[in-house]
């Protein structure tokens, strides 16, 4: 995998340098620039296909087009047997070469044949036209800022930040966003002008103009008239698995020992005679999965790694958010840094479970809202909702948290947003709300500084609309599947791959996702919701389907999400970083956030429920990227 960026309308060789260096750690093993007058364009290399010729940029037979890209093709030896036959001449073995040529063939339009995961930039020099692209689930990161007739684009925003023309403001609207859901739910980014190129989407740049254009997004048009179809899931995933493995280095298994993480470990091995290597970070606490993940990996007979998370790795959130280019409301991103950094002493390429639960709807939030849908059918009476609200206020917290499969406590907050929900019938947007953010409305009021409220009102961003339009698509008749398109469009791009790449690359390693395989997944658009959740088990028919390849005890077992229970893990040190971070003289000095609420949130540290935890970890990195972005401090 790689790196890229480069620029429309500067004559400026040493910034070219500067914004493809920013990105050496997404790829160390070779750099490339193509430079045509105001036309830069700069990438880094991670070698792992066509590791002797596959340097970039590449061109075509007379130079016309030229592409960098950071992708995995994983058809391209069947594209390029289709383009020879057409009389194309390939210079090298590369993935990326297909791209070029059959642009030359067909368009952008042959962006519909590619099988992978892709970020790329073309460069047309008879249309005078660049086009960037991002893959169908965004996948792979791509972000660009336009300054009149000039546009700049890089896989990281820290490459952006190169030019002295890209300000350093940061984006009330996408702030807010962020203390909603621990993401931005749209294309904005935490700098204000610089943009996320949407999943599934393009941009034609000419003479400064810019087109955005969406030529692909997932459908949910479930069928009925099948009885295979688990074992049609199972062809789709043992398909999306073998061509993940399409690599010139060995590719590795990250493994929990849960069903998803099995599951690609158990189609790997059918596919690759050769010992998998497995990965696995022990938590520590309730929520460790050490046990169950060498159980797993004894029963392939894989070569098996592990690493520990300690208390001191809570320092290494300052050099995460770095990486990230913005905060990320979850201590789960220092267990995934510290994995990835293990992995990468072994391997270059890693193979992840990650995508199964917004595929198949496996969140506690999607089951909760599911099963609630479902019940207002035959129940539809306000009041007796309302009533059970009131009777969950009512009902002890121990006796509560046995039907919370969690790692973390419940909690007080935990009980009052579920009587909430309870309490919103029949508004399911305000029940997505209430389950699904961390600081709602009547909690954001309190958390907010005048200013920041007057700052967004003039912003003119409007959360509830942005998920009342997303929950009421009319073309996904189901709300089941509704809920998993929302996950889609904005959860997966913008917070669990994005996340998941940044981290991954600051180490040099690839991550893939055989769940994410587009054709998997518009397979899946047409499965039943049914077989999605079916009683009390939820991603039914992946349990059915991989039943055949798995034992028992991973079947069988209850799903444990990865999380971090902060107080567990970094115990004092966290409250040196909240001490420094969350210290009132620095929030005055903001002026975003109210410092008594905050303080209100600090009081009881030791007793952290789950909701309690991703609030704090929200404002300290928060607060971290402030430190990094906006004031210029070093992250060391």
Known sequence: MCGICGFVGYE??????RMTSRLTHRGPDEEGYFRDGDIGLGHRRLAIIDLKTGRQPIYNEDGSIVVVSNSEIYNYKELK?????????FKTSSDTEVIVHGYEKEGISFVHKLVGMFAFALWDARKKTLILVRDRLGIKPLHYTQIGNKLLF?????????CEEVARNPNFKAIDGYLTFRYVPAS??????????????????NQGNLSLERYWKPFFHPEDNRSNWPFLFDKHLQAAVTSTMVSDVPVGVFLSGGLDSSAILAYACRVNSQKIHTFTIGLGGRQDELQQARAVARYYNTEHHETILEPRDIELLPKIVWYLDAPYGDADIIGIYKLSEMTSMHVKCVMTGDGADELLGGYI???????????????????????????VNLIPLGLLQKGFHYPDSLGIDGRKRLAQCLGYIPKIEDEYLSLASIFNGNEKECLYSEMFKEQLKEENLDIFSL?????????????????????????LPNMMLCKQDKIAMAHSLELRFPFLDHRLVEFSGKIPVALKRRYASNKFILRESAAKYLPTFVTKRQKHPFHISIRDAFGERLD????????????????LLNIEYINKLLKNTNTLSALQNKRLMSLLMLEVWFDIFIDNNSYA
């Open 576 to 591: 040196e970083k909240f001490r420094r971070y969350l210290d009132p003289v620095r929030i005055k000095k903001r002026g």
């Open 12 to 17: 400026d060789t040493e910034l070219l340098n």
């Open 467 to 491: 998920i009342h339009s997303s929950m009421a698509d009319i073309e996904i008749g189901d709300f089941f599947n509704r809920l998993i398109a929302h996950e889609f469009k904005f959860w």
């Open 154 to 162: 890089a896989s990281e925003i820290k490459s952006l930040l190169e």
């Open 188 to 205: 904005e980014t935490f700098f204000k002008g610089i943009y996320e190129l949407p999943a599934g989407h393009m941009i034609k740049f």
């Open 365 to 391: 939030h999607q089951r909760a809202l599911g099963a609630l849908e479902e019940v207002y059918h035959y129940l539809p009476l306000p009041i007796f909702w309302q009533l059970c609200g009131l009777i």
């Open 81 to 89: 047997d289709e383009l020879l036959k057409k009389g194309h001449i």
